[in-house]
T-cell receptor, first 110, second 115 residues
Framework: KNEVEQSPQNLTAQEGEFITINCSYS?????LHWLQQHPGGGIVSLFM???GKKKHGRLIATINIQEKHSSLHITASHPRDSAVYIC????????????FGTGTLLAVQP | GAVVSQHPSRVICKSGTSVKIECRSL??????MFWYRQFPKKSLMLMAT?????????EQGVEKDKFLINHASLTLSTLTVTSAHPEDSSFYIC???????????FGPGTRLLVL
């Protein structure tokens, strides 16, 4: 079993739909990251969370430390949101090492 | 937010040659830089952690003589793939942390193709 599990692995949505991607982890963490990777590979850091909720534009990320679970929500989805969304947890204290989930491939159709 | 750049973004080389990839933090001092490798449709795999001015710490299974890492300044780390072979073809990504940056910021990645 992976230490970081994401669901779903693949997601197809229609433009305008509300999207949720889930991440569960089994290790003690100091922070959780949500990353976006577009075709061609470049990675963009979306959020870093250690508690509660963060919002940036149409993106919302939440984390429940007790339940070891985080969600990434996209409101009013758009085809440009199509990408791989990766959850990564930070552990190891000062070394800031990350464990990555396998990613969720999102395709938003017009 | 913090900006991390990588150069080149894409490189094609012949088998047996060495390739150097640069990772730069543009607006903060990166005391720590991380190098990752990503195979198609797979997660990122940490290769090594480098702290400015000291030797890199390699993950298990990563050959330190094959993947030379230098972190000589607070804004630059380099990864040199020595005597590259086709199996080294991959997507290499760096990230950096330090200074005012509370966590890691990722570079855009370098796609290496060894013929």
């Amino acid at each position: 079993k992976n230490e970081v599990e994401q669901s779903p692995q693949n997601l197809t949505a229609q433009e305008g739909e509300f999207i949720t991607i889930n991440c569960s982890y089994s290790v003690g963490i100091s922070a959780l990251h949500w990353l976006q990777q577009h075709p061609g590979g470049g990675i963009v850091s979306l959020f870093m969370l250690s508690s509660g909720k963060k919002k940036h534009g149409r993106l919302i990320a939440t984390i429940n430390i007790q339940e070891k679970h985080s969600s990434l929500h996209i409101t009013a989805s758009h085809p440009r949101d199509s990408a791989v969304y990766i959850c990564a947890v930070e552990y190891g204290g000062a070394t800031n090492k990350l464990i990555f989930g396998t990613g969720t491939l999102l395709a938003v159709q017009p | 937010g913090a900006v991390v750049s990588q150069h080149p973004s894409r490189v094609i080389c012949k088998s047996g040659t060495s390739v150097k990839i640069e990772c730069r933090s543009l607006d903060f001092q990166a005391t720590t830089m991380f190098w990752y490798r990503q195979f198609p449709k797979k997660s990122l795999m940490l290769m090594a952690t480098s702290n400015e001015g000291s030797k890199a710490t390699y993950e298990q299974g990563v050959e330190k003589d094959k993947f030379l890492i230098n972190h000589a300044s607070l804004t630059l780390s380099t990864l040199t793939v020595t005597s590259a072979h086709p199996e080294d073809s991959s997507f290499y990504i760096c990230s950096a942390s330090g200074g005012w940056v509370e966590s890691q910021y990722f570079g855009p990645g370098t796609r290496l193709l060894v013929l």
